[in-house]
């Protein structure tokens, strides 16, 4: 994995102590490090400059975890299911830590800012020794150089709103496609949501610090850069200004972004969006629900009228414009009748993809104190039928594209042997028959099928 060696801002007398002590410890050999990250690209992100800070230390990454010195689990906390694998992770990692004493397991991140979170792993998992909250990663090389020189265990969940480090060592996953945070935390409470809770209130990075990171990143040859926040058009600064100042850096790439909240998805941002050509014509835009009531318990503050101009504002200006959401199913006290409504709204919106989620009860939202009567398994049912005529209204709505030449960044090998993979401007996924060379560079593809996931295509000069 490469990664290019900055000064980071957490560069610090921690970070030198914490150097001798790795080196004092593992004396001349050099330890591994496994990091896996669970959750959304925020999460990846920030689990991307916990991978700069330890490489920094001194350690060196490994994708094998049996290998590894110190192994850190990174938490997403936004549904049980996500809690769950967690947790059965942890009970995993007992076998590791008794054939090696000496294996730091580390859990940081959303789950474990949740304090009876913090508590049952104090209490039923003595094999992790390292557990810090999304507020801590500025004290990572203090924590890490006591659970290395003390052997004790330590816990830090505490709330801070700090200031946002830049200058952060990132080794990225990818050598093409970059994701930027541009602002932390968020301050909308929707009230089945437990973002607010671990993430805080919204921090944003300054115009500047973003533009520059992004034209490091052009500089070294990254193709398609993802703004990062849970609501990025609530962005400090002017999230509709900040776009058109990247659209500016010369190079060859695009950008796109996520999430943004149809509340203040004004017809301001869609006019960025169509003007700067380097800004993707797609807009993740999370509805959650098609029925107004839902969406006012769930204190969403816009309608599905509102919502809708939206999109036919945009789709008037460009009609292929893509749309993808999140929906959650079944919130609590929701009827089959509302429910419908959702679906109403998928067929009239037409998005090329769809998340959906049946609710997860949250410890400490609002929403966990409402009657819920529907069962788990008729909310499954419920999600089954909302994803089979999703399936209908894709495979309509990517007819649209038979026959037109799209922009497309080339990303993977394809599902069938001789074929890659890639996302077009407008967010579709592409096959088409290509050499393996071609990843990490766009092409051009005639479009020749359209599928109920994905579109077929020749590549065209
Ligand atoms: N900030 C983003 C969403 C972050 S969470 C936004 O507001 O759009 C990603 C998605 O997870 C949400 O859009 C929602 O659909 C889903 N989600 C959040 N909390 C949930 C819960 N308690 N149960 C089920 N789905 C949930
Ligand atoms: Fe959660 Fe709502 Fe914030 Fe998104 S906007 S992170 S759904 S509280
Ligand atoms: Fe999960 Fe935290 Fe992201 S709760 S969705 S990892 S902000």
């Given at each position: 994995m490469e990664f290019k060696s900055i000064s980071c801002a957490f560069d610090s007398l921690d970070l030198k102590m914490l150097k001798d002590a790795v080196k004092t410890k593992y004396k001349d050999a050099t330890p591994l490090c496994y990091l896996h990250s669970y959750g959304c690209q925020q999460n990846v992100s920030d689990g991307e400059k916990l991978k700069g800070m330890i490489v920094k230390s001194g350690f060196s990454l490994t994708e094998n975890e049996a290998l590894a010195d110190l192994i850190v689990i990174n938490t997403c906390a936004v549904r049980e299911n996500a809690h769950e694998r967690v947790f059965g992770r942890l009970g995993e990692l007992k076998h590791l830590k008794e054939k090696n004493k000496d294996l730091i397991i580390c859990v940081c991140g959303c789950m474990v800012q949740q304090k009876h979170v913090a508590d049952r792993i104090k209490n039923t998992?003595?094999?992790?020794?390292l557990v810090f909250g999304t507020f801590a990663y500025g004290d990572f090389y203090k924590m890490l150089y006591e659970v290395i020189v003390s052997g004790k265990r330590v816990f830090n969940i505490e709330e801070k709103q700090g200031e946002i480090a830049e200058d952060v060592l990132q080794v990225r996953s990818s050598s093409f496609k970059a994701y930027v945070s541009i602002m932390y935390g968020c301050n909308n409470f929707c009230t089945y949501c437990i973002v607010p809770y671990v993430r805080g209130r919204e921090r944003s990075r300054s115009v500047d610090a973003i533009v520059d990171e992004v034209k490091g990143l052009v500089k070294d040859g990254y193709k398609e850069i993802t703004l990062l926040g849970q609501n990025v058009n609530s962005y400090a600064y002017g999230f509709s200004e900040l776009l058109r100042r990247l659209n500016?850096?010369?190079?060859d790439f695009w950008i796109r972004f996520m999430s943004s909240h149809p509340k203040d998805a004004t017809s301001n941002l869609i006019d960025a969006i169509i003007d700067c050509d380097k800004v993707c014509s797609h807009l993740h835009l999370?509805?959650?629900?098609?029925n107004n009531d839902i969406l006012k318990k769930m204190n969403r503050r816009y309608t599905v009228e509102k919502y809708l101009e939206t999109v036919e504002y945009a789709r008037r200006r460009c009609g292929d414009f893509s749309f993808s959401t999140d929906i959650i199913v079944g919130f609590p006290g929701e009827s089959y009748e509302q429910f419908c409504d959702t679906k109403a709204l998928l067929e009239k919106v037409k998005f090329d993809n769809v998340y959906s989620f049946v609710y997860s009860k949250r410890e400490g939202?609002?929403?966990?104190?409402l009657e819920d009567k529907v069962s788990v398994k008729q909310k499954g049912l419920w999600l089954r039928e909302l994803l089979l005529m999703q399936r209908e209204v894709t495979e309509k709505w990517l007819?649209?594209?038979?026959?037109k030449k799209l922009r497309v960044l080339t990303e993977d090998t394809g599902k069938q042997d001789g074929f890659l993979i890639g996302h077009s401007y407008e967010n579709i996924v592409v096959e088409f028959p290509g050499d393996?060379?071609?990843?990490?560079s766009f092409v051009y593809v005639k479009i020749t099928k359209a599928m109920n996931w994905a579109l077929l295509g020749e590549i065209s000069r």
């Open positions: 998992y003595p094999h992790v020794s500016d850096i010369e190079g999370p509805v959650q629900s098609g939202t609002k929403a966990a104190e007819g649209r594209f038979v026959g393996e060379k071609l990843i990490g």
